[in-house]
């Protein structure tokens, strides 16, 4: 595991979560959310991609669901697997009202990442997770979108090369409506403690 890297990219979710905390102070209400609450701050879950079954799909077809948004690729050695290992555990914790949730694992490295090496990859960890794929600019423009950010580092003679991303995990609820912010780093009992209170009340608020 490259703890220098992974130094990098914890820096950039906190950063990002530490803005979004002091722009949220002024609320004179606040759900009890245990995860960073980004209502308000973020825009609505909007986009056309290509999933791990090769059908063209947009953030409708999520709508109805609970959405876990996060950016990874499929050759990642380190924090894409242990994240979404970690939200394997969260939807285990979850149980039956898992069902109501997806995770949206969506490719900073679609040249690599066809449908059907994303479909191989995000079902080794569980069935809710979709694998997400789509053009260099439909992918640049939805990282825009969260702020989220990516860049490829220095190839290797063989050819082989990696991609240094945020690991931001965006939530959003059944109405595609931005609600909270999550870190690989996290504990697993807050994430499931907040999903729940997001499936058994809808939109809190």
């Known amino acids: 595991m490259k ?9 950039l979710s906190i950063v990002f979560a530490v803005s979004v905390l002091l722009a949220a102070c002024h609320r004179d209400e606040q759900p009890p959310w245990q995860l960073s609450d980004i209502t308000g701050h973020m825009p609505d879950l909007t986009f056309q991609l290509t999933n791990d079954e090769g059908k063209t799909v947009t953030a409708a077809d999520y709508h109805g669901k609970i959405a876990l948004l996060y950016f990874g690729y499929t050759h990642c050695p380190d924090v894409c697997p242990l994240t979404l290992a970690h939200l394997h555990v969260v939807m285990q914790k979850l149980g039956k009202p898992a069902d109501n949730v997806r995770i949206l694992f969506v490719s900073v490295d679609p040249t690599r990442d ?11 960890f569980d069935p809710r997770v979709v694998g997400l794929t789509g053009s260099a ?6 990282t825009k979108r969260y702020r989220a950010a990516f860049s490829r580092e220095p190839g290797a003679a063989d050819g082989s090369y990696e991609v240094s991303h945020s690991s931001g995990i965006y939530i959003f609820d059944e109405n595609g ?29």
Do not use: C, F, W
């Open 114 to 124: 066809t449908p059907a090496v994303m479909h191989d990859y995000v079902k080794a």
């Open 3 to 11: 703890l220098p890297r992974l130094a990098r990219l914890a820096s």
């Open 177 to 205: 409506k931005a609600r909270l912010l999550a870190t690989p780093a996290d504990a697993q009992d807050k994430i499931v403690h907040d999903l729940q209170l997001m499936l058994g009340s809808g939109n809190a608020s």
């Open 137 to 142: 600019t439909d992918i640049e423009a939805l």
